[in-house]
C-alpha cells in the first residue's frame, strides 16, 4: 500500500502565560505540536504510519483513549489522536480525527442476524455471508430461524435478505434440525434462487415444518447435498475458503432423536480469508465440539472468530455441560466471540462468564448489541459493526437462571 507522504502543521489551541505586561511573569513559548502521516479529517487505506513531535517542550498522546507514542496503524477504523504538548506553563493541544478502511476493494461480510426476543430453542441462527467485489455481491445463508415472541414473524429472514439486495444465493445450509434454524427457510428458497442446499441428512418424517423445508429445497435448490467428507461450499468470488465438516453421525438415523442428539448433529463450517479463520457451530454440544476439536483440529483450533454453539448454552462450552473446565475454548481461543441469542432463556451465566473471562477475547451478543457484523479484507483484518449498544457487554439470558 503506498501512503502518501503526509505532513501537517496543525492548528493550535494555545494558552501561553502572558499577559502583555513587562511586569509580568516570565514568558514560556507555546509549543508547536507537529503529527505526520494523517490530518484532520483524512481517510487512509491499508496502514497509517503516524509520527508526533513539538519543538519545545514535552508531549503525551492518545488514540481513541489509549497511550500513543506514534507508530503504524493497521487495524480499519475511526480513530481519534489527541495531543497534549506543554512547555513551561505554556500548553498546546491537537485533536485529529481520522478513518482508516481495508486494503483493497474486496470485503467478506458474516453478517448475525437478530432474531430478537424469540423463544423458540434459545433464540434461533440466522448467519448471511455476503463477499463483494468492485463489480457485484454473492451471498450465501446458514440457517434461518423465525423472528420474535412465539416464533411469530418466519418471514423475517427473507425480509431482511431483501433489505440487504440478495438476489440469488449460492448456498443455503442448514446445520440441524431444529425450528430456531429451519422455520425461517422455506420463505427464503421458495423466494430467492438458490444454488446448494446442504444440510446433515436428519430424517424427521412426522415434523411438518422441517418437511416443507427439505421439499422446498428439493423443488427450488440446484442441488441437495449432505456431506461425507469436508466439502467446500459454492461461495463468493474466491480467494479463501469455506467448508463444511460432516456431520457427527451417531443420532442421524434416530427418528426420535432427543432435542441434545438433534443439536450434536450440526454442521460445523469453517471460513477462512486472509489470516482470518472462523468457525460455525450450529448449535453443536459435548459431542460435536469433542470431535471438531481431536478430529478436525487443523479447521477449529486457534480460530480469529466462533459462532459460540448453542446461543451460548452452557452444554455447548464446558467439558462436563454445566460448568468448570473447557477444553473447547481452550482449543478455539477466538479472539472474537459472537452469539446468537434471545436474551431471555440465552446466553446461559456460566458460559457467558467464561467466554468473556477469556483474554482478548471480544464477546458480542445479538440480544444486546442486535445484528452484528464482522467484515473482513483480503489480507484477513476485520472490523465488528453492531447496530446498537457497542459499548455495553454481552449479558445473561433474563430467565437464565445457571
Ligand atoms: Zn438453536
Redesign the pocket.
Known amino acids: 500500500m503506498l501512503l502518501r507522504p503526509l505532513a501537517a502543521v496543525l492548528a493550535l489551541l494555545a494558552v501561553a502565560a502572558c499577559d502583555g505586561s513587562p511586569s509580568g511573569p516570565p514568558e514560556s513559548a507555546a509549543p508547536v505540536i507537529t503529527v505526520t502521516g494523517v490530518t484532520a479529517g483524512g481517510s487512509y487505506t491499508g496502514s497509517v504510519s503516524i509520527g508526533i513531535s513539538v519543538d519545545r517542550g514535552s508531549y503525551s498522546a492518545t488514540l481513541n483513549g489509549a497511550s500513543f507514542t506514534g507508530g503504524t496503524v493497521t487495524s480499519p477504523g475511526s480513530y481519534t489522536l489527541q495531543v497534549a504538548a506543554r512547555n513551561g506553563t505554556a500548553t498546546s493541544t491537537a485533536s485529529v480525527p481520522f478513518t482508516l478502511t481495508f486494503a483493497g476493494s474486496r470485503v467478506l461480510i458474516v453478517r448475525l442476524l437478530d432474531l430478537g426476543d424469540n423463544e423458540s430453542?434459545?433464540?434461533?441462527?440466522a448467519i448471511l455471508l455476503t463477499d463483494s467485489t468492485g463489480s457485484g455481491l454473492r451471498h450465501g445463508l446458514i440457517d434461518a430461524?423465525p423472528q420474535g415472541v412465539d416464533a411469530s414473524n418466519p418471514g423475517y429472514v427473507l425480509q431482511r435478505l431483501r433489505d440487504l439486495g440478495v438476489t440469488r444465493l449460492d448456498f443455503v445450509e442448514l446445520t440441524h434440525a431444529?425450528a430456531?434454524?429451519y422455520a425461517g427457510l422455506a420463505p427464503v428458497l421458495n423466494a430467492i434462487p438458490t444454488g446448494w442446499f446442504v444440510y446433515n441428512g436428519q430424517q424427521r418424517a412426522n415434523i411438518g415444518g422441517y418437511q416443507t423445508v427439505l421439499s422446498a429445497a428439493g423443488a427450488r435448490a440446484d442441488s441437495v447435498v449432505v456431506p461425507a467428507a469436508v466439502t467446500a461450499l459454492p461461495f463468493g468470488f474466491g480467494g479463501g475458503t469455506l467448508s463444511v465438516i460432516p456431520p457427527l453421525p451417531t443420532y442421524l438415523g434416530n427418528a426420535n432423536a432427543s432435542g441434545d442428539e438433534l443439536?450434536e448433529g450440526s454442521l460445523g463450517t469453517s471460513l477462512t480469508r486472509g489470516s482470518f479463520r472462523m468457525f460455525f457451530t450450529?448449535?453443536g454440544e459435548m459431542e460435536a465440539n469433542a470431535r471438531w476439536r481431536t478430529g478436525f483440529a487443523a479447521l477449529t483450533g486457534n480460530v480469529t472468530a466462533l459462532k459460540v454453539g448453542?446461543?451460548g448454552a452452557n452444554n455447548a462450552v464446558f467439558d462436563d455441560g454445566f460448568r468448570g473446565a473447557s477444553a473447547w475454548l481452550a482449543h478455539t481461543a477466538p479472539r472474537l466471540a459472537v452469539i446468537s441469542a434471545n436474551g431471555r432463556s440465552h446466553p446461559r451465566q456460566n458460559a457467558l462468564n467464561a467466554i468473556l473471562g477469556l483474554p482478548q477475547t471480544e464477546t458480542y451478543c445479538t440480544s444486546v448489541h442486535g445484528e452484528i457484523a464482522i467484515r473482513i479484507a483480503e489480507n484477513g483484518q476485520y472490523a465488528v459493526t453492531v447496530q446498537r449498544n457497542a459499548t455495553l457487554d454481552c449479558r445473561p439470558g433474563s430467565e437464565a437462571t445457571t
Open positions: 430453542g434459545g433464540g434461533g441462527d430461524g431444529h430456531d434454524h443439536n450450529g448449535d448453542h446461543h
